[in-house]
């Protein structure tokens, strides 16, 4: 599944600079500099989801209002993708008959991400499918 794909950080960071512009704002200096730094690494786009705080920590130079923004934006995207993702297990499992079987799932996004995982359980299960899912071992 690729819809994973759609949480990336650059994507996110784009996202924000987007969501900022159809408000009529401006994107700040240190609002540009901490998205250009959320492309370095998937924990902050994490950590962002999570709290408020935790964008405030990451990026002390940002203001709360643009914390609030970024977070809400991380948020709603990561949120998306789980559900969009987990719409592709269900297709599959109604594919099958809706059989129950176990889902093998391998990424980064899914085993780090703060609530992916359990963003893509809850929505398999507000679909009413029966598919497990699990971490992948090589």
Do not use: Y
Request: charged fraction near 20%; hydrophobic fraction near 45%.
């Amino acid at each position: 599944m690729r819809e994973e794909a759609v949480v990336s950080t650059q994507s996110t960071g784009d996202l924000v600079r987007l969501e900022l512009l159809s408000r009529g704002k401006s994107c700040s200096d240190a609002l540009r500099a901490a998205l250009a730094d959320v492309a370095i690494g998937g924990e902050v786009v994490s950590d962002c989801c999570e709290s408020v705080g935790k964008v405030a920590a990451h990026f002390p130079t940002v203001s709360e209002a643009d914390s609030v923004l970024v977070h809400e934006v991380c948020s709603a995207v990561s949120d998306r993708a789980a559900m969009l993702a987990a719409a592709g297990v269900v297709a599959i499992w109604k594919k099958r008959g809706k059989v129950p079987f176990v889902a093998a799932v391998d990424g980064s996004v899914f085993i780090k991400h703060s609530t992916f995982a359990s963003k893509m359980r809850e929505t398999i299960a507000l679909l009413g499918c029966n598919v497990t899912l699990e971490i992948a071992t090589d």
